[in-house]
């Protein structure tokens, strides 16, 4: 699967162990950054994550800075965009299962591996279920419009 990875300096350290794991499964990755502790803002990399999902280049995304929180609302911004936490492996389920969620976003300083990478795998193989779920995912994008 062609996956979109990203993070500020507070998920830095664990957005290269999902990076580097992705990369050992045959997936193909590419790291939008941050690579080290120094202070960045969640936006610059939130946003050409969303923007690479959002217009088919890459299949899904993963974004991670210290709560999951903050990546979560900027990429939400962008069109097209289901950002969702991923809190434990049940409600990872159900985002992709119920809300057909293309990121998930990881809070580094409450999730570390090997947690971190069950949350991805789910994350990556659970099909939408689509059915009265899809006209519900419809109407979120109908939002987008008001
Ligand atoms: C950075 O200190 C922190 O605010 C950021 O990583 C994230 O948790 C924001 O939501």
Do not use: W
């Not at 990076?19 to 803002?41: M, Q, Y």
């Not at 990546?71 to 057909?100: C, D, F, T, W, Y």
């Amino acid at each position: 699967m062609k996956i979109a990875i990203g993070a500020d300096h507070g998920g830095f350290l664990l957005k290269n162990q999902v990076r580097d794991r992705l990369i050992a499964s045959g997936h193909e990755v590419r790291d939008f950054g941050t690579n080290s502790s120094d202070s960045t803002d969640y936006p610059d990399y939130a946003g050409p994550v969303a923007h690479a999902v959002a217009n088919g280049e890459f299949e899904r995304g993963i974004l991670v800075c210290g709560s999951g929180v903050g990546m979560s609302i900027a990429a939400n911004k962008v069109h097209g965009i289901r950002a969702a936490l991923g809190v434990s492996p049940e409600q990872v389920a159900l985002i992709r299962q119920h809300n057909n969620a293309n990121i998930l976003t990881l809070g580094e300083r409450f999730i570390q591996e090997p947690a971190a990478e069950e949350l991805v795998k789910i994350f990556l193989e659970t099909p939408f279920e689509g059915g009265r779920h899809e006209r519900r995912v419809e109407k979120i994008a109908e939002l987008e419009n008001e």
